[in-house]
């Protein structure tokens, strides 16, 4: 089971200044084939994480925004991934854009949205998604689907369609600030190009953008 890739290329010198601005250009595309049918989800990347013991663990979500600051995701904030990163912060994101032969691949640090965000976010969710929200105790044991259908039921009485619901306290979002960000561009012969942004430091030769590019063996 072997794709092969073609022939286009990731050089140095088409990179922008910037990891924000190189992922704003490859999203764009993705966004591009998506709506073309030739990618499903662009926005979805793999969250991997580490526990107390060093255990990793990874999970497929949603990127929900990113600037300079960082990428932004949402989750329950006592789920796995949250208490994980409650511990050790340190986290790595994966977008998988197999269709085009193209990966990025961002290791930083996470830390709590403010509330304001949250709340900003939330309320631009179906309705669906935000009793959702709080029906799912996420990443705790239930004892079948019917409790969690029972719970949604419920909400769903509480809050009719078209009544506000409120953000709940447990939920809220991850800005993801990037230390490395490489960008992976499949070539013939296993060949493929790997350029990697690193964030440098103050006073560095390469600090007047704060990144420095480093190309990668593959």
Do not use: C
Not at 63 to 76: A, C, H, M, P, S
Not at 87 to 116: C, S, Y
Not at 156 to 171: D, I, K, M, T
């Amino acid at each position: 089971m072997r794709a092969h890739y073609g022939i286009d290329g990731l050089v140095e010198a088409s990179l922008p200044a910037t990891p924000v601005e190189q992922f704003e250009l490859w999203f764009t595309q993705a966004l591009a084939a998506a709506d073309a049918g030739a990618l499903h989800e662009p926005n979805a990347m793999v969250v991997s994480t580490v526990d107390t013991e060093g255990r990793p663990s990874s999970r497929t979500v949603l990127l929900k925004g990113y600037d300079e600051r960082g990428f932004v995701f949402f989750t329950n904030y006592e789920s796995q991934k949250a208490r994980e990163l409650a511990a050790n912060p340190h986290v790595a994101l994966l977008f998988p854009w197999h269709p085009m032969a193209r990966q990025v691949i961002v290791t930083g640090t996470a830390e709590r949205v403010g509330r304001d965000e949250t709340v900003a976010y939330f309320r631009t969710r179906p309705h669906g998604s935000q009793l959702g929200a709080w029906a799912s105790a996420q990443s705790s044991v239930i004892a079948t689907r019917d409790e969690l259908d029972r719970s949604y039921a419920d909400l769903e009485s509480r809050y009719p369609e078209g009544e506000q619901v409120p953000a709940p306290p447990h939920w809220g979002g991850f800005r993801v600030e990037p230390e490395t960000v490489e960008f992976w561009q499949g070539r013939a012969n296993r060949l493929h190009d790997r350029l990697k942004y690193v964030r440098v430091e103050k006073g560095a030769i390469d600090a007047a953008t704060g990144w420095r590019v480093e190309r990668l063996s593959p």
